[in-house]
């Protein structure tokens, strides 16, 4: 099993409809964060969380919430989804206190709103 | 605040080429770089990082980078590329204990 594990994959909705992309490691970590991908501008920064009782706003959280279930679990929703939300998200979790420091990313969901 | 700039957005090169792919950051303290490379249809795998000692750094798949304190710099190399290093590469930047920052990436195009 994949250490961060994203889903779904891949999805299709409508512009105004509720969306909710899950996220869940076994990695033991307690940071986790939400990123999004688009062509040209990188990964940028939704929310993230320290541990299971912190949630911080990135960058580009407007539009956007997120809830954290548990260590293990970190979602992402879109209230009510728009087209320029269409963009490629992908959840880590990190380990600052380790060795090997580094992000641990997801697979990757891909969103279209249309 | 942090910032991580990538000098270049698209490279092509051929076969046996060398490359660099430049890096530069704005932040004043103690920092860990990092070298991430994006294979297409696939999520982000760790190239190499850096965090202290050797400012010389050797990642996987041939690839180093070196961090150059003065310049806030930390750029890639790789004596001779291979068309499998077709990918997009990010550099990224965290100070101690906080969030890690991407640049915006760099599109490396590897001609057969």
């Known amino acids: ?24 490691q076994t990695k033991g970590h307690d940071r986790m964060y ?3 991908q688009d062509p040209g501008l990188g990964l940028r920064l939704i929310y993230y969380s320290f541990d299971v009782k912190d949630i911080n706003k990135g960058e580009i959280s407007d539009g956007y919430s997120v809830s954290r279930q548990a260590q293990a679990k ?6 009510s989804a728009i087209p320029n939300q269409t963009a490629l998200y992908f959840c880590a979790t990190s380990d600052p206190t380790g060795a090997n420091y580094g992000y641990t990313f997801g697979s990757g969901t891909r969103l279209t709103v249309v | ?6 000098h270049n957005h698209h490279v092509i090169l051929s076969e046996a080429a060398s490359l660099e792919l430049g890096c ?4 004043g303290g103690t920092v860990n770089l990092f070298w991430y490379v994006q294979y297409p249809g696939q999520h982000l795998q760790l190239l ?6 050797d400012p010389l750094v ?7 980078a070196e961090f150059i304190k003065s310049k806030f710099s930390f750029n890639l190399r790789k004596p001779s590329v291979q068309w499998s290093d077709t990918a997009e590469y990010f550099c990224a930047v965290n100070a101690l204990g906080d ?3 991407f640049g915006k990436g760099t599109r490396l195009h590897i001609l057969p």
């Open chain 2, 24 to 27: 530069n950051y704005s932040y």
């Open chain 1, 74 to 79: 970190f979602s992402l929703s879109l209230e």
């Open chain 1, 34 to 36: 939400w990123y999004r």
């Open chain 2, 58 to 64: 050797k990642g996987i798949k041939g690839f180093e």
């Open chain 2, 1 to 6: 605040a942090q910032s991580v700039s990538q």
């Open chain 2, 99 to 101: 969030k890690i920052i």
């Open chain 2, 48 to 53: 190499l990082k850096y965090f202290s000692g």
């Open chain 1, 1 to 24: 099993d994949a250490d961060v594990t994203q889903t779904p994959r891949n999805r299709i909705t409508k512009t105004g409809k509720r969306i909710m992309l899950e996220c869940s």
